[in-house]
């Protein structure tokens, strides 16, 4: 007899009243045949935790459209409209914070906690009628999801409301690990934020719990565990997720006294996760950024969201190629990226030329932003953004009749006055206004397929992957969380590489250096010269990835870096001259937009307005 297995349609509307007010706080599940009976069916029940994953954003310009990448000094928005673009001015409040997410999490919160009091009636609720086994295979491995997206929507809490309250205390957000009733609602709208410490022991109990009954990742053909759920929670991610949590709460903004321990934790939690999810480092290539196979996800995508639509394309390609042009990387970002012998632009042996400035780069450059002569699509044209002479105009001439030296008279025009008429590039602000500020597009992400836009009535889709945990990061985070605990070339114990190994081994991949890395080589000397280099190698491995602003302000560096762009013309020979891409002549910079964070009390966030009005025990950070 055929296994029967519950599958429920549209039998039951689970929605969501987030908006306002406390409505995160009583979910409303509607069904025709009551609630009740409606918390018997595997299919509303699990419908409570995909609610928690559906609030995860689908792909990574989840900001309304931007990268969080353009509020720092790494890219610009033209969509002058958008909460990034605000948010790069400065402009951010209680009332108005662009990135904020408190409603999001504290309803996830509430749909997990729905999920784990009815999944936990195992006599009612039946994912297998007819198999128990697999029925307690299914039931365990949702049990465990919940568990890591709890751990995954505090980690956001913290990453976003964190922070130094006026008191000097670091605080998190107010822990809640049950469904709230409305009988229980006062008492929980009341509760003061957790310490930050808290917090993160929280975070790390519940990916311990989801890693105790997760698979490490989805293969075969299983219908339970099989590659078919690959995008769900596994317990690599939550590995990872460790990882990220101890690495940021080690950071200097959250660890004010500068405790060594945290980073011994962090940094061993990270081995932990290179070690149980047996991640190695891959460089991203271009085609993975540009045009990724689902079938073929990459290893290091531990937990990722997929689309299949060309709406990155229409946002981001150039107005020529019938995109809007939207992300702008920054002369900045350019110049973080070293030259393919490993030395930043900004050391005499690097070789670099600013009138040659895309030549012997380190190949992340290319994968990361399309720039004056390489191919926006695949056969297609290189980008013009060159101002190019067109012809020249006579205004004003004479003629006189001089000797040629033979004792002939020939006439000769005598030029009074002229001009040159200048061609704006194609691809170009001067051409389009939508055109970029920075004389950069955006390449990691956006597809290079032939003529995706071209046809307007009937344009092309491309897959595109949001990995939103990588195993590459655990990696990043040991070297970074070893540099700090125990220097570049020590090991923590219970680790067993230093983070001297880990750069030589991420750079060695990325940049194709092999074994020799002179640059490397010479920073080792220094804590603080290495953690430079990290911050960098950081700063490029995740590039539009969101990180960016997010590590400025754990980190504590400077956020009000003006962003730069630069200028190119091409002469009449096809020579062409380039403004702004000396990082030496700071004389020629080319400033494209402000960073308004002038005050410190932008490393940290506001809480909501709403939430600080409705619970007076809430304490908000500094400065706010």
Known sequence: MKTIRYILGLLTLVSILSSCGDDYLDPKVTTPYGDEFAYTLPGPVEGFLTNAYGAIPGQIDHYSG??????????????YGSGVY?????????VSNPIGIWDAAYSSFQWIHLFQEKSADTATVKWWISDDVKDATERTRLLGESYFLRAYWGMELLRVYGGVAESGEVLGYPIVTKFVTEDQKEEVLNMPR????????????????AISILPMAYSGDDVILGKAHIGRATAAAAYVLKSRVATIAASPAYNTTNDLTKWERAAVLSQEAIDQANISYTALTYTAVTTPNLATTPKDYLFRRYHNNNSLENRNLPPAFWGNGRTNPSQNLVDAFP???????????????????????????RNTVIYNGTNVETGGRGLE????????????????????????MVEVINIISDTVIYRKGIDSEGYDYRGSRTGYYLRKWISDKADMLTNVNQKLNSEHMYPIIRGAEAIYNLAEASNEAVGPTGIVPGCSLSAYDLIKYTRSASIGLGSTDPYLDAQMASVDDFRALIQNERRLEFAFENHRYFDLRRWMLPLDETVRGMNVTRDETGAYTYEGTDPTDTGSFIEVEERSFDSDRYYYHPLPYDELAKNPNLENNKGW
């Open 194 to 209: 957790n310490t930050y410490e808290e917090c993160v022991l929280q975070i790390l109990e519940d990916c311990d719990s």
């Open 86 to 94: 605000a948010l790069g001015g400065g402009k951010m409040s209680s």
């Open 339 to 365: 030259m393919d012998n490993g030395y930043p632009i900004t050391d005499p042996a690097s070789g670099y030329d600013p009138q040659d400035p895309f030549s012997g780069r380190d190949p992340r450059l």
């Open 66 to 79: 931007d990268f969080l990448d353009a509020a720092t000094g790494d890219a610009v928005t033209n969509q």
């Open 385 to 408: 953004v060159a101002e190019t002479v067109a012809e020249y105009i006579v205004l004003e001439a004479d003629t006189t009749e001089e000797d040629d030296g033979a004792g002939n």
